[in-house]
């Protein structure tokens, strides 16, 4: 008996170090972008949606963006009275470098030129393993 609970006891030291090393070779290396934003007070939804649009665009005039979702399907502990952010803009950059090299790029500017006039708070994380 003292055999055969040794042998699970191995066998499952086993799986979990099997399944930690695969998690960490299949862990991506891309930067996530999150954006949520308040917008000012007068904004139109047609200027936020110019805004959002521009973001959508931005991994065909930017190559180190592989992806941008602006489309927020929940939004859980709002309290408007309290909290204005009610839009979020994410984008997938492939590489920290590629986040770094954006800052400034001919991209950045062109699409900062719709958001920033009607942004009026944002809060930024750029998270990745």
């Not at 499952?12 to 891309?30: E, I, R, V």
């Not at 665009?57 to 309290?82: C, F, M, R, S």
């Amino acid at each position: 008996m003292k055999n055969l609970i040794s042998c699970f006891f191995l066998a499952g030291m086993l799986a979990a170090g099997t399944s930690l090393a695969f998690a960490a070779d299949t862990a991506p290396k891309s930067v996530i972008h999150v954006i949520t934003v308040a917008f000012k007070d007068g904004t139109t939804p047609e200027q936020i949606q110019a805004a959002l649009e521009g973001a959508q665009k931005l991994p065909g005039q930017y190559a180190g963006i592989t992806h941008v979702w602006t489309k927020a399907i929940k939004v859980q502990n709002l309290d408007e009275a309290k909290i204005k952010k009610t839009h979020v803009i994410v984008m997938e950059f492939a590489s920290e470098q590629a986040l770094k090299d954006y800052t400034d790029s001919a991209a950045q500017k062109e699409w900062y030129k719709l958001y920033l006039p009607i942004r009026e708070q944002s809060t930024t994380y750029d998270i990745t393993n």
